[in-house]
């Protein structure tokens, strides 16, 4: 019985400090709308200056006023990042910002490296809590039992912050009603800045108390990002309660979780985030609301088909790439291959999110499953390469339908999250399910037949497919069913009205894009050889955000100039510096402040005002018009 | 509109990496070129010291002459912990850079990963770090050759220590993924071969880099084992270990733990390491021996630096290139494999030889005891252990190994 | 009269929150080619009919039927195909479209083709689109990425959209809220004149009595949730219930209808 106890302790103990970093980000989601990614590298830096701070001042005092000045500290330069960076943003869709900070936390990344070495940092016990207290034969750490109390203090306090003081009130008002605020003449700007920094703070706070417990390395934003991602959906966004009751819920269940599953704790979080989101739509203390904006943006220009003229320099095009092979090298090639996969990859998320509205975060568990599928078939099966092609994609098609399907049931950040549940989901099988996927050493040995293995021919065969993908892709965006998605995007009410059944749209379109991402798998896994779990990883499924956002999300087929760019100059990076991560970052935060509509949509922007420059401009109020007819 | 997109942006791609690829292969014909590939950006606090260490290894032989009179030139490459970004390093290594072997690696899937991009561009690949059996056994080829001591190794030589304890309740601790899972396979495998009276009464697979260590630690207790098996290293090493404590976990509890001894993991613990722990490991301040003096004074002259053990795979792993290169005179990978089969060199660990069976080199490991001096962990009664001696029989390999 | 066939017949429609009644008790029946107006103060239970209706709210007793077929309860898709369209109080388009695509996607939708992955969309129903354009006077702007009318426009488009499927009852939610006075005129003549031809029942709410008066056929007024008054503009004005309600907010009357009453 005291070890039940204990293990319950030991769980609140663990909710603690998720709920410390939690709660910061769901404040600042709720005022603001900025789904916060780098709030993990918040974290990490609180950590990090706060094992400076005490390893240089001494004593109770020291350890203590370090960790409050580190959070301090890192407030303050959460202030400058709100004040420079989003500012800048905050009217831009909420995958903007996503984006914006996601390039923030790579560049973070690397600069801790820079600044306090690649070692683990091991800091200072805390004074007064080095040791435990003994239950019935048990040991309490009391630092432990300190952290336990904290979770509610911090509640407390936030609770009587936003109940009992003027700002309180204001900072709830702009949660439920942002404009209501503007409107009463506040200062938004501050107010902004100010629940920034408090999220910061709370942010850097959780890590800096990391201290006596864990070592401060320069991996430790990314393991908490996604868990505390996940606390807050299931708690609700923007519900303080919320992430306190899921960061319990969640600490708990793994605490006794791992008794009876040991291997458990690896999927846990996501589990319990896919059940509460398939129950509970909007997390268990969350309210439904209607998205504040569209995730793509809105564009006034309607898309058409190309011109003759256009479709011949296309084609123009696509000759001239196919006799690379008769200048270019090996590698060159081999590159190129990559390329046009994630050209297919990134058009099959393009076409979910900009014309079905639907920002996919786990959208490479489609790929992945397809690039499994082609290396079961050609492994335990002993398939040609021309039927694994053809048939590993429909293990893409069979995950996207049955997760799909549930997936569509939402939208906005919920369905961004519901979709990454599914994808670690995915990827945990992978990873875990040894005697099949052959864990994380993957499954080797899936290499092109004859006819297809030289670089070459390679290469032909993945740009034939990616063209080809790109055209079909096309063909559906201008077909009845392209415009019954895009109709369901503009207006789930009007579409509703004149009898379209959006969610089976919805649906549709989720298993097409599903598959056509097992496609590039199906190639990836022939031209690399080999799967592993990565290639349904997160960061795979970001890097095909970045680069349809990259190409212009409101564009017909901007994703393929965007994961041209992006691919090229990530394989660039990656091979001439091991600084690719501070390079790649800043160059998504510029793209995101600088060029919002991305490359193909500030070029047809550009071109557009040239075109119309003789008509009278639309007039500003026209997008306030089309936000109030929404 | 997008089409000119398509073809503006390769071309731009295309032409930057073909100017880039024809300058280096219009230099100098003096050079042998050796491609690198390791976990730079994702794994720094390993791949710092193990980068040290083969810079070290190549001013030595450049200052030496080089490779019959060639200069040695090593292009490394960051794989950011991904297996298909290695596997694109590797090509370009291969294809533009014109390599005449890989080397590198520190993840057990990437090892696998560019070994299996060996086995089939048909490439020389010398895999530096890679614990896994897999690379020179079950998943092995003619083309691929491993440095490190293997899982099964570090093992067989743990178990050769935990097997004379008195403690029959045995508990593990090993992150969720094939090297914690098949690190608890081998130890169980051969710990229960050696004492068939021993009970593993309970097992915590924490995720790796995610340990959530009060519970795991809380739940081990509550299991009441008479050691442990830990396999966790890094942050969650950290983690363990300071739970652990607090907790009284390994009190009157024996622990036996990979790899904790190697400076990159048991100096963050500082005056928090635990004691008596039974571990394999490096230490560098203990070994007296006239090939490893000489290598650490070098290393200190140069980095002002004491090594960890990646600094000395990756010293060794470039004079391991370099000797098979100078044997085979020739970059023709099938002279390489001929030349690297059975070949013998120094190390700073003795000499070592690259098994023709396997393929495994038997560079060994040192096991012993973790203690506490003047706040620092380090390992006492260290003994090194031959590679060679904790190998299975030919018989079983030849069994394990597919055919090439 | 009795010639024309019942449209929509409405019996019993409730509906409550918590306890409180929304709508109690609703029922009144429509004609072919009538035009009907839906009015009541504020908090009246005129949405929560009006929602009903169109199948956006579930009634907890009572029943919808659309030339005799139940649409109680049905979703608003099942209830668009069964012949009835609809208009919003801000009207619902879709802004990235032009203004003839607009049409076309429900034209599509009425001839079952939303699942066809590989027509060109330009070519489906482009003739009818452009006559049903035309008889909202859009045809000029057909082609005018619909994100960039003025909101008149908007709202004719939506008529047209609303169209799209031949419908015989069209229910409009505050037809002209958010317009200027002369389009508010503009738009239910023409409303009005569609009807007529077409002879298509119109159910609308509003908030302007003069649109009201000058346009309905029949006028059913709610209050609290119950229908207290219903019959022609004259007998609505008359009706000292009506007035009580409507006295303070001094709505009911202004010069113009005083002096058509009188008339």
Redesign the interface.
């Known amino acids: 019985m005291a070890f039940y106890v204990v293990q319950f302790l030991t769980g609140l103990a663990s909710a603690a400090s998720l709920f410390l970093v939690a709660s910061g980000l769901s404040i600042i989601f709720g005022v603001t709308r900025i789904v916060n990614f780098a709030h993990g590298a918040f974290y990490m830096l609180g950590a990090y200056v706060a094992f400076t701070l005490t390893e240089r001042f001494s004593g109770a005092f020291g350890f203590w006023g370090g960790i409050i000045v580190a959070a301090l500290a890192v407030a303050a330069i959460g202030v400058l990042v709100e004040m420079v960076l989003l500012r800048r943003i905050y009217h831009s869709p909420e995958l903007f910002q996503l984006l914006a900070t996601f390039g923030l936390t790579l560049m973070v990344e690397d600069l801790v490296v820079l600044i306090w070495g690649p070692d683990d940092l091991v800091g200072r016990r805390a004074p007064g809590f080095k040791g435990a207290i003994e239950f019935f034969g048990q040991n309490i750490p009391s630092y432990d039992l300190f952290l336990i109390a904290l979770g509610p203090v911090v509640l407390g306090v936030l609770w009587l912050l936003f109940q009992r003081t003027r700002w309180g009130v204001l900072v709830r008002a702009a949660t439920q009603d942002r404009d209501m605020v503007a409107a009463l003449g506040v200062n938004q700007k501050w107010l902004f800045t100010s629940v920034f920094a408090l999220g910061v703070f709370l942010a850097a706070l959780g890590g800096a108390l990391q201290i006596p417990r864990d070592a401060v390395n320069h991996a430790m934003d990314l393991r908490v990002i996604v868990e505390v991602f996940v606390v807050v959906v299931i708690g609700g966004l923007g519900s303080i309660i919320g992430a306190f009751v899921a960061a319990v819920l969640v600490s708990e269940l793994n605490a006794f979780g791992i008794l009876i599953f040991p291997k458990i704790s690896i999927i846990l979080v996501f589990l319990v985030m896919a059940v509460v989101l398939i129950v509970r739509p909007w997390g268990l203390f969350g309210k439904p609301e209607a998205p504040a904006r569209r995730t793509p943006g809105l564009t006034v220009n309607p898309w058409r088909p190309l011109t003759t003229n256009e479709r011949l320099a296309a084609i123009a095009v696509l000759v001239v790439a196919a006799a690379l092979p008769f200048v270019a090298g090996n590698y060159v090639l081999t590159v190129g291959s990559e390329i046009a996969i994630f050209v297919i990859f990134a058009v099959s998320l393009h076409f979910l999110m900009s014309v079905g509205g639907l920002a996919s975060f786990g959208h490479a568990a489609y790929f992945g499953l397809g690039a499994y599928g082609v290396a079961l078939l050609a492994k335990m099966a002993g398939l040609p390469m021309i039927a694994c092609l053809l048939l590993g994609p429909l293990l893409g098609l069979l995950g996207a339908a049955v997760f799909g399907f549930f997936a569509v049931q939402l939208s906005g950040v919920y369905f961004a999250m519901l979709t990454l549940a599914f994808a670690q989901i995915v990827w945990s099988i992978a990873f875990q399910w040894v005697s099949v996927t052959g864990g994380d050493n993957g499954i080797l040995g899936v290499w092109p037949e004859k006819w297809a293995a030289s670089p070459s021919h390679f290469y032909w065969l993945s740009l034939g497919i990616a063209a080809l993908a790109v055209v079909i892709l096309r063909i559906i965006v201008f077909s009845p069913f392209g415009f019954a998605l895009r109709a369901t995007r503009d207006s789930p009410l009007r579409g509703e009205a004149i009898g379209i059944n959006g969610k089976r749209i919805q649906w549709t379109a989720f298993v097409i894009a599903g598959t056509v991402a097992g496609l590039a798998g199906a190639l990836f896994a022939y031209l690399k050889g080999s799967v592993f779990p990565d290639n349904m990883g997160i960061s795979l499924s970001v890097d095909a955000l970045v680069m349809v956002l990259l190409g212009g999300v409101e564009t017909v087929s901007g994703a393929v100039v965007g994961a041209i760019v992006y691919k090229a100059l990530n394989i660039w990076l990656v091979s001439q510096t091991d600084l690719s991560k501070l390079v790649l970052g800043g160059f998504v935060v510029l793209i995101v402040v600088a060029f919002p509509k991305g490359i193909v949509g500030t070029l047809e922007a550009f071109v557009h005002r040239r075109r119309k420059s003789s008509s009278s401009a639309s007039s500003p109020l026209l997008t306030s018009r089309i936000e109030s007819a929404e | 509109?997008?089409?000119?997109?398509?073809?503006?942006?390769?071309?731009?791609?295309?032409a930057?990496?073909?100017t880039g690829?024809m300058t280096t292969q219009a230099m100098a014909q003096s050079e042998i070129k050796i491609g690198e590939i390791n976990s730079?950006?994702?794994l720094?606090?390993f791949?710092?010291p193990y980068r040290k260490g083969w810079q070290l290894a190549v001013e030595e032989i450049n200052a030496a002459g080089g490779i019959n009179g060639k200069k040695l030139v090593v292009i490394s490459?960051?794989?950011?912990g991904?297996?298909?970004?290695a596997?694109?390093?590797a090509?370009?290594l291969?294809?533009?850079e014109n390599v005449a072997m890989l080397t590198g690696t520190f993840l057990?899937?990437i090892g696998?990963?560019v070994?299996?991009?060996a086995?089939?561009k048909k490439v020389f690949f010398l895999a530096a770090e890679p614990l896994?059996d897999?690379i020179t056994w079950s998943?092995g080829n003619r083309y691929t050759f491993r440095l490190r001591p293997s899982n099964y190794m570090q093992a067989a030589m743990l178990v050769e220590e935990a097997a004379k304890l008195p403690a029959k309740r045995w508990a593990t601790i090993a992150p969720?993924?094939?090297y914690g899972?098949s690190a608890v396979a081998v130890f169980k495998k051969l710990m229960s071969e050696k004492r068939p009276d021993i009970q593993w009464v309970?097992?915590?697979?924490?995720?790796q880099?995610?340990i959530?260590?009060?519970?795991?630690v809380?739940?081990t207790?509550?299991a009441n084992p008479e050691a442990i098996l830990n396999v966790t290293f890094?942050?969650d090493l950290?983690?363990l270990v300071?739970?652990g404590n607090?907790?009284?976990l390994f009190k009157g509890r024996t622990v036996v733990s990979f790899l904790t001894g190697e400076p990159e993991y048991l100096?963050?613990?500082?005056d928090?390491t635990p004691e008596g722990w039974i571990v394999t490991g490096y230490p560098w301040y203990s070994i007296k021996t006239p090939e490893h003096d000489a290598f650490l004074k070098a290393y200190q002259a140069k980095y002002n630096d004491y090594p960890r053990l990646g600094s000395i795979v990756g010293y060794q792993t470039i004079k391991a290139a370099a000797a098979i290169l100078a044997k085979a005179g020739s970059s023709d990978p099938e002279k390489l494999i001929a030349a690297a089969e059975g070949i013998s060199m120094p190390s700073p660990f003795g000499e070592i030889t690259f098994r023709k069976i396997d393929h495994q080199s038997t560079l060994g490991a040192f096991t012993g005891k973790t203690a506490l001096k003047d706040g620092k962990g380090i390992m006492v009664d260290t003994a090194y252990r031959m590679g060679s001696d904790y190998l299975p029989s030919d018989a079983e390999i030849e069994k394990l190994r597919p055919k090439d | 009269m009795s010639m024309v066939p019942t449209l929509l017949s409405v019996e019993g429609l409730t509906k409550s929150y918590g306890g409180v009644h929304a709508v109690r008790g609703v029922s009144f029946e429509l004609r072919a080619g009538e035009i009907l107006a839906l009015i009541g103060p504020n908090g009246a239970g005129k949405s929560t009919c009006f929602d009903m209706l169109n199948g956006q709210n579930i009634p907890d007793s009572g029943r919808i039927r659309v030339l005799g077929a139940e649409t109680t309860g049905k979703k608003p898709r099942v209830i668009w195909r069964m012949g009835v369209g609809r208009t919003f109080q801000i009207a619902a388009t879709f802004p990235t479209m032009t203004v003839r695509e607009n049409v076309q996607v429900a034209l599509v939708s009425h001839g079952a083709q939303l699942f066809n992955l590989w027509a060109s969309t330009a070519r489906q129903a482009r003739d009818e689109a452009g006559r049903l354009l035309d008889l909202v006077g859009m045809g000029a702007y057909a082609e005018r990425p619909c994100g960039e009318l003025a909101y008149g426009d908007v709202k004719r488009l939506e008529l047209a959209i609303a169209l799209a499927n031949q419908p015989k009852l069209l229910l409009m939610d505050e037809p002209t809220a958010g317009m200027a006075p002369r389009e508010r005129v503009e738009l239910m003549r023409l409303t009005a004149r569609i009807a007529r031809e077409q002879s298509i029942g119109v159910l609308f709410t509003e908030h302007d009595m003069d649109v009201v008066f000058e346009h309905a056929d029949r006028i059913l007024v709610l209050n609290r949730g119950t229908l207290i008054a219903e019959g022609s503009p004259e007998e609505v004005r008359g009706n000292t219930q009506v007035r009580a309600i409507y006295l303070g907010e001094g709505l009911l009357y202004d010069a113009r209808h005083r002096e058509g009453a009188s008339a």
């Open positions: 509109m997008r089409g000119y997109f398509v073809g503006a942006g390769l071309a731009i791609a295309v930057t990496m073909a690829a730079y950006s994702l720094p606090a791949t710092e490459k960051d794989d950011g991904k297996p298909a970004d596997q694109t390093a090509n370009e291969v294809s533009s057990s899937n696998l990963a070994s299996d991009f086995n089939q896994t897999a998943k969720n993924y094939e899972q309970d097992e915590q697979w924490p995720p880099g995610k959530d260590a009060g519970p795991v809380q739940a207790a509550a890094g942050a950290v983690k300071r739970e607090t907790r009284a100096d963050p613990l500082k928090e």
